[in-house]
């Protein structure tokens, strides 16, 4: 399955996709506006993005604050996937986005990148990272899920011996 991982900001929209087998996010691109509410442009690349990549998808950063609290930004990109789950059709998830600029900067400043290059690719490595950690808790939530249900299966097999044995 295709995702499609999205940065929401103020003038920008930093875009990430998964590999076609799903197992990595790649950075894509950086959508830019002019204006805040100004979205008619951005949402129109990004219909065209899932249907040039065949998203499934679209795992969109949840900016909470610190404590874990929803303010203003939050309450923003709730408007946004309300936006793109209509034009899209698509399930938006949202996503804890805490920290991902900050961790962006510094995988790029490590790269040895000079700030103004970073400043046209940050949002779409901060999406990467948004849709990687989305991923990521995915298999950890299936491991979870698969480790019970074997658990579960290993318990009935132990009634199933122990009832055998019991006759």
Do not use: H, W
Not at 48 to 74: C, F, H, T, W
Not at 88 to 93: A, D, G, S
Request: aromatic residues 4%; charged residues 30%; negative net charge.
């Amino acid at each position: 399955m295709r995702l499609l991982g999205l940065d929401y900001g103020s003038k920008t929209v930093g875009v990430a996709v998964t590999d076609p087998l799903g197992y990595t996010a790649q950075p894509l691109e950086t959508i830019t506006r002019k204006e805040e509410n100004k979205l008619r442009r951005t949402l129109a690349r990004i219909e065209q993005l899932v249907g040039e990549y065949q998203i499934e998808k679209i795992v969109l950063g949840y900016p909470v604050n610190m404590d874990g609290s929803a303010g203003e930004r939050a309450e923003l990109a709730l408007a946004f996937k309300a936006m793109l789950e209509r034009r899209t059709k698509l399930e938006v998830i949202m996503q804890d986005e805490r920290l991902t600029t900050v961790a962006a900067d510094e995988i790029l400043q490590e790269c040895g990148m000079p700030r103004e290059k970073r400043k046209t690719v940050i949002d779409q490595v901060a999406a990467g990272l948004i849709l990687q950690d989305f991923m990521e808790n995915t298999k950890k939530g299936s491991k979870l899920a698969d480790s019970e249900s074997d658990t579960e299966k290993n318990n009935n097999k132990n009634l199933e011996v122990m009832n055998s044995t019991a006759d």
